[in-house]
Every structure is written in C-alpha cells, then in structure tokens.
C-alpha cells in the first residue's frame, strides 16, 4: 500500500478535487493506497472538507494541528501517521503532477527507496520570487553538499526511509534536504510545475526568505564559518592598515586619520554585531531543541477508523 501525504494550509477551494484526482489515478493504476490530509490549523474551511472528503470516501483520513506549525512538520505528521510501505508527498494544490505517482510507485517496486522529484521547470512566477527561489537552493545545495537546485518536497520514500526520518529527534527539520541526508537506493523523476486552477500560492518572497535562513542554519553550520572567515578578512586589512600607517609614520607623513579611524570602527563593528547575530541564532535555535517541545500538536482526526477497516 502507497500512503499520500498531503500537507494544507487554507486549501479548501482544492480539497475535493485533489481527493478525485489522485484517488482516480491511484485506483485507475490498481495501486491500494491511503490519502492523509494533514491540516496545518488553517484559517479557513480547509478541515470541514477534509472531514466531509473522508465520510465520502474510505481511502481518506485526515490530521488537524492545534496552531500553524509549518510545512516541515505537517510532512513529519503524514508520515507518522501512514501506514503504507511507502510513502509519497505531495503538495496539496496539483502543482505537483499526481500522475508522476504511479511512475513513482513503478519504481519503488523495482527496487528504489527513495524517488526524488526534480523540476525540469519551476512553472509560472514572478521575476523577484524566482531570483530568490534559485538564490536559496543555491546556497542550500553549497551547505549542504547536495545538489538541490532542482529539488521538491515531492518525492516517494520507502518504508525504511520513513521510519528513519520519523525516528530523528531535530525539531527543525529540512525534509528536502534530510530526504537527501539519509540514502538508502536513490533515483528521480523529473516534472513540470503545473500552474495552480484554485486559489493562489502561500508562498511569498518573504516567506521564502524566511524558509531559507530557517532551514540553512538547520542543515549547516556554514553561517558560523563564515564569522571566522570574517574576522580572518578583518585581521588581514587591519595588517595592511597598520603597516601603511606605521610606514607614513617612518617618513614623517601625517596621517589624515580622523576619518580612516572612523572607517575602520565602523567596519569593525559592523562585523562585530553581524558575527553576534549569527551566534545568536543558532543560540536560540539550540534553546527551542533542548526545550524539547513537540514538533506539532494534533487536535483533531477523521476518517481514522473506517480507513483502517477498509483497507484491511
């Protein structure tokens, strides 16, 4: 059996299409599956038509969070949740291809346990979004050592890759590049972005900005290379200032000082409190590990029972 996992966020203009979409490709292909629907406490109806979808159809159940959590932990709730062999994820607007699933699935059963989906084209999107969507995997995939410039959050993962995952106690958590991580036989297939029918993306700039500092200092210890890298470059200019004035000094030459002297603060500085920033950052994300709070919190499920009794 194939478990789906489909994280939402305010995503009840799409719910039941989504529902018929896979669920037709999946029974069309002959392949026993489940469909999780996992609520990341939106605003909206999203959770009344996850539990209408599941009183309608068998195959689905769905997870509701108390809050908003994010992305990255509706995809550990799904998959903590599922009960396939193997686990796909999918976003839930169809811009990932649900027919890609079967093929997906195909290869799985050749003996792949991981399948990552890869884009051979990001789709429509707005020219700023797009710098800064190939800006992040950019600088993710030099991190991380993983060539993610192409990556997705779409991709199936065997049961032993699920497990492994769900097993990990990192409350901040990168599936993309964790999925990359943990190895296990890898192949790929590659898709293009479909454009969205309903509603519009949850993804702003700024989100993704967010997206991307979060989950590089997450997967990396890079940022804090970087300081010493800085104090390297500082140490260094320092020296050349030093000598040049120790040398106009040698040959009598007045320094014009005052303003070099103010240069120099102020880079110094700068470096200084950029260097304690990124200290602080990690700081805190090492204070939200060691509280050891949950990732996520469910309130609710549906469909849960029947599922089960169902598919057995």
């Known amino acids: 059996m194939i478990s789906v996992i489909i994280p939402a966020y305010n995503e009840e203009s799409v719910i039941e299409k989504t529902t018929g979409v896979i669920s037709g490709i999946l029974k069309e292909a002959k392949i026993l599956y489940e469909l999780i629907f996992v609520d990341d406490g939106s605003k909206d109806k999203t959770w009344e038509k ?14 509701h969070f108390s809050r908003n959590f994010g992305k990255e932990a509706a995809i550990m709730a799904g998959l903590s949740e599922s009960k396939g062999d193997c686990c796909v994820v999918i976003d839930c607007d169809l811009q990932h291809p649900p027919e890609k699933i079967v093929e997906m699935y195909n290869l799985w059963e050749q003996g792949y346990e991981v ?18 969507a190939r800006t992040f995997y950019s600088i993710i995939s030099a991190v991380t050592g993983f060539n993610m410039e192409n990556a997705s959050d779409f991709k199936l993962l065997d049961r032993k890759a699920v497990n492994v995952l769900i097993n990990m106690r990192e409350k901040n958590t990168f599936f993309r590049a964790l999925s990359s991580w943990i190895g296990f036989k890898t192949t790929s297939v590659q898709f293009d972005v479909q454009d969205r029918e309903i509603g519009e993306s949850k993804w702003s700039t700024t989100s993704l900005i967010k997206y991307a500092i979060r989950n590089i200092s997450a997967f990396s210890t890079v940022p804090m290379q970087v300081i010493t ?79 089960e009794k169902f598919i057995k």
């Open 50 to 63: 996850i539990t209408l979808a599941s009183k309608k159809d068998n195959y689905v159940k769905g997870v």
């Open 115 to 132: 399948v990552e989906g890869q884009k051979s084209s990001r789709g429509k999107e707005g020219k700023i979004h797009g710098f800064a």
């Open 229 to 307: 890298i800085l104090g390297v470059v500082t140490f260094i200019i320092s020296i050349l200032i030093g000598g040049i004035s120790l040398l106009q000094k040698l040959q009598h030459q007045a320094l014009e000082g005052f303003t070099t002297i103010i240069l120099i603060q102020l880079f110094s500085s700068s470096i200084i409190m950029i260097s304690l920033g990124i200290i602080g950052y990690y700081i805190a994300k090492i204070y939200e590990e060691i509280k050891d709070r949950p990732r996520y919190i469910v309130s609710k499920t549906c469909g849960e029972e029947q599922n």
